[in-house]
């Protein structure tokens, strides 16, 4: 079993990278196998011009892509971002629009997690703006013993937040324990999807 690790900070080795470490750290203890996978800092916004549903993929052949070929392989997900004016970063919006749109079906039914990092504030805002994307999307949305995030303006920091860095271990421990739980599961089956638009 496998678990992508989502670093949406424009920083490759900042706080959110802080984070996402300790969650991989009980991963690995858990004896699942665990991947950090940075975006990058030059993320395109989608334009929503439908080119996924006949490519299967997002026009723009980018870490987008990259990612969805690693998605179909993987069993769980965490992404996680910075918090930036009491939200997410530009650039994993941008990678989280654009890889939900195009590449949803790879993250199906797959347990998902956010994680987010902050100096001060926000966190919670971000937190449940990221947790929107698996709701939407029928994935098992992940918790912890507190809401997923760590508080620091360096990694140095983080490392002085306790608290947060054991919410992230914890994390890493109940994605464990869901996914083997899940192994042994059958996947449910849906109703033919009905979208309801209001038109006069």
């Known amino acids: 079993m496998k678990v992508l690790l989502v670093n949406g900070s424009p920083n490759r080795d900042g706080c959110t990278n802080r984070a996402l470490e300790e969650v991989k750290k009980s991963l690995v203890k858990e004896g699942i196998e665990a991947e950090i996978f940075w975006i990058g800092n030059q993320n395109q916004g989608c334009i929503a011009c439908g080119k996924c549903f006949t490519l299967g993929k997002c026009v723009f052949d980018d870490t987008v892509n990259e990612f969805a070929a690693k998605a179909k392989e993987a069993d769980g997900f965490v992404f996680g971002s910075p918090v930036y004016y ?26 998902g997690a956010a994680v987010v990092s902050c100096r001060r504030a926000g966190s919670t805002l971000t937190f449940s703006e990221m947790n929107m994307y698996f709701t939407i999307n029928n994935m098992p949305v992940v918790s912890s013993q507190y809401w997923n995030g760590v508080h620091g303006n360096t990694k140095e920091e983080v490392e002085q937040d306790l608290e947060g860095l054991q919410t992230m271990r914890t994390l890493g421990t109940n994605i464990a324990w869901l996914l083997k739980s899940l192994k042994s599961s059958e996947k449910p089956s849906y109703e033919k999807r009905i979208g309801t638009n209001f038109i006069r």
């Open 86 to 111: 009491a939200s997410m970063a530009g650039g994993i919006k941008s990678f989280m629009d654009r890889l939900f749109y195009s590449s949803s079906k790879y993250l199906k039914n797959k347990p």
